[in-house]
T-cell receptor, first 114, second 115 residues
Framework: EDKVVQSPLSLVVHEGDTVTLNCSYEVTNFRSLLWYKQEKKAPTFLFMLTSSGIEKKSGRLSSILDKKELFSILNITATQTGDSAVYLCAVESTLFGGNTPLVFGKGTRLSVIA | GAGVSQSPRYKVTKRGQDVALRCDPISGHVSLYWYRQALGQGPEFLTYFNYEAQQDKSGLPNDRFSAERPEGSISTLTIQRTEQRDSAMYRC?????????????FGNGTRLTVT
């Protein structure tokens, strides 16, 4: 059974700190790993990672995938209170060329205090 | 539309009643997914469509749950004879292309409460 484990489950930091969120996975026929940010409403898409070792970057956020060790990290530098959210990791596998639904982790709740 | 739209935002119903939840995906998106999210958990897959064809319904909890997308756009998730354990946030997501090439974009969800 496909599994996604995120750590830590929750994290409290001060503004300006750098944080690293972890996501490990076990999935058959891996296709992609995705990161989402969920505040009060819908999860919003951050990154999609398919290849090992290639960093994706958007502003203060970056992410990288290690397909050998089966994990990904999401880094946030110079955190701001607006970064407070639940960060969800999800993986997708592929079977016989089709897509299979995303399997989500439980998320990491990040709280950034001023 | 600009984003995935779900209605109603909130639904309170009595046990035993049927409910229909609506999802209007981003215009032109091929794939549409239904997820259920419990408090403190990530979204849990229910079913998905490519165009009007239901591709996978393995996540539907039991036969009281059904979904359709008759014209390949708007979808309805129906729960018959609701039970209290059905209470949750029901989220719809769509993606531009099938085959996992493009990421899912989620709607704001319908919070269902069964009393």
């Amino acid at each position: 059974e496909d599994k996604v484990v995120q750590s830590p489950l929750s994290l409290v930091v001060h503004e300006g700190d750098t944080v690293t969120l972890n996501c490990s996975y076990e999935v058959t026929n891996f296709r992609s790993l995705l990161w989402y940010k969920q505040e009060k409403k819908a999860p919003t898409f951050l990154f999609m990672l398919t290849s090992s070792g290639i960093e994706k970057k958007s502003g203060r956020l970056s992410s990288i995938l290690d397909k050998k060790e089966l994990f990904s990290i999401l880094n946030i530098t110079a955190t701001q209170t607006g970064d407070s959210a639940v960060y969800l990791c999800a993986v997708e596998s592929t079977l016989f060329g089709g897509n299979t639904p995303l399997v989500f982790g439980k998320g990491t709740r990040l709280s950034v205090i001023a | 539309g600009a984003g995935v739209s779900q209605s109603p935002r909130y639904k309170v119903t009595k046990r035993g009643q049927d409910v229909a939840l609506r999802c209007d995906p981003i215009s032109g998106h091929v794939s549409l997914y239904w997820y259920r999210q419990a408090l403190g958990q990530g979204p849990e897959f229910l079913t998905y469509f490519n165009y009007e064809a239901q591709q996978d319904k393995s996540g539907l909890p039991n036969d009281r749950f059904s979904a359709e997308r008759p014209e390949g756009s708007i979808s309805t998730l129906t729960i018959q004879r609701t039970e209290q354990r059905d209470s949750a946030m029901y989220r719809c997501a769509s993606s531009l292309e099938a085959g996992g090439i493009s990421p899912l974009h989620f709607g704001n969800g319908t919070r269902l409460t069964v009393t």
